[in-house]
């Protein structure tokens, strides 16, 4: 039966591309989705999948209900598949037919990609539906770019109501076409921001010793910050500090009065995450009420870290090794970006997959979030042969 399938998704694939062309000339912003939901839904109606739509503000719960359970009278598992659909705040620079046609606006992560490979799954497991013992639920998401992110609202919405797991996947450009990247435990990050006002006092350049400098004090802190990582974290728990933005002032001979910090924590460990806040509050505090001035800092959580159950990584692991080889399956290192997959991941069992993508015969190389990606469109086989075979392991496809 899976052969079955396979073949049906390679048949399948020419559609699948023009699914994901059409997502990419087409792309719209977190939060802005319109279009893309409209054409999800549109499509899976046609298939006769019961669908769900504006779920937790803009997202998507498609459901197919395994038939084979009808027949024996007992009620399978739940299994969740996942995909996103927004795109990024970057002009498309790539030279190709299916270039985005909105300025300002492309698919620079592989988003479209995940979407039109989640519809091809679900065109073809609807089509086996007769062979399902359980049900699958298949979870188009909005807004994964930009925090608080649409997986949280989806999940409070009832997304995950009666799921026994879940998977999703993500191509990498930086991983080769037929790899397939794997991790157990922490894959990515917890990503929080944070914003620091310091309030000094102005005055002329020529007289600093009748003013508060805000650069210097600012200078001081950025310092002093990058201490917390290096001598207060313990040096097995990976973290960064980084900070991106200091700006002060508009003039060469004038001392403003104010400054601002901006950066970005990332951490693995929750009790890692929260010492760091904590050293942070302390040593601002310190460092800027002890120069005279004074402080407001701002700490906003982000997506928290993913966390790969140990056991589906085995599964997922063992099944990738019979689709393009054990050679083919590699242990992804943790990354430092975040995703917020973590939230499905906080409420029940599941993993999170890297699907290779790259290739230079294709100028398939750039990074992600780069005016050039570009991924190569045969990762949405691999990612439509990895849902169905986890389906078939849950469900039974491969039994008949």
């Keep these: 039966m899976l052969n079955q399938a396979s073949i049906k998704l390679e048949a399948l694939y020419p559609e699948m591309v023009a699914l994901r062309r059409d997502f990419h000339m087409y792309p719209e912003l977190s939060f802005q989705e319109v279009e893309t939901p409209n054409k999800i839904a549109a499509y899976l109606k046609k298939l006769g999948i019961e669908v769900r739509e ?41 030279q190709v037919d299916y270039k985005s046609r909105i300025p300002g606006v492309m698919h620079a992560c592989g988003h479209d990609i995940h979407t039109a490979a989640l519809l091809g799954t679900a ?17 188009f998401q909005h807004a994964e770019e930009l925090h608080p992110g649409g997986a949280i609202s989806m999940v409070e919405d009832g ?3 009666g799921v026994d797991v879940i998977y999703g996947t993500h191509v990498f450009s930086g991983l080769p076409l037929g790899m397939i990247g794997v991790q157990e435990g922490y894959m990515m990050a917890a990503s929080d921001e944070f914003q620091i006002e310091i309030q000094g006092k102005g005055g002329h350049g020529a007289s600093p010793h009748e003013s508060i400098d805000p650069v210097v004090i600012g200078s001081q802190l950025i310092l002093n910050l990058q201490q917390i990582v290096s001598r207060r974290v313990d040096p097995l728990q990976p973290a960064v500090l980084t900070i991106g933005s200091f700006q002060s002032g508009s003039t060469y ?30 040593m601002i505090q310190h460092t800027v009420e002890g120069a005279g001035a004074t402080v407001q800092f701002t700490y906003r959580r982000g997506y928290p870290s ?38 499905y991941l ?13 290739n ?15 991924v190569d469109e045969r990762s949405m086989l691999q990612i439509g042969k990895l849902f169905v075979s986890l389906v078939a392991e849950h469900l039974c496809l491969s039994e008949s």
């Design 253 to 282: 001979n004038v001392i403003p009065d104010t400054a601002q910090i901006l950066g970005t924590v990332r951490t693995f460990s929750e009790e890692t995450r929260t010492d760091i806040e904590q050293a942070m509050q302390q």
């Design 159 to 161: 997304c995950l109501d």
């Design 54 to 94: 504006g779920v937790g503000g803009r997202g998507i719960v498609a459901t197919i209900y395994g038939k084979k359970q009808e027949k024996t009278g007992k009620t399978g598992k739940t299994v969740a598949l996942r995909a996103d659909f927004d795109a990024l705040p970057i002009q498309d620079e790539k």
């Design 123 to 139: 065109k073809i497991l609807k089509e086996f539906e007769h062979e399902l013992s359980g049900t699958v639920v298949l979870l």
């Design 360 to 374: 230079s015969e294709i100028n398939a190389t750039y990074p992600h979030h780069h005016p050039m990606f570009d």
């Design 306 to 343: 993913v966390w790969n159950d140990p056991a589906e990584t085995k599964r997922v692991e063992t099944i990738a090794n019979q689709l393009v080889g054990n050679e083919r399956v590699v242990r992804v290192p943790p990354q430092m970006g975040g995703e917020d997959f973590a939230y």
């Design 346 to 358: 906080q409420r029940i069992p599941g993993n999170f997959v890297g699907i290779g993508g790259g």
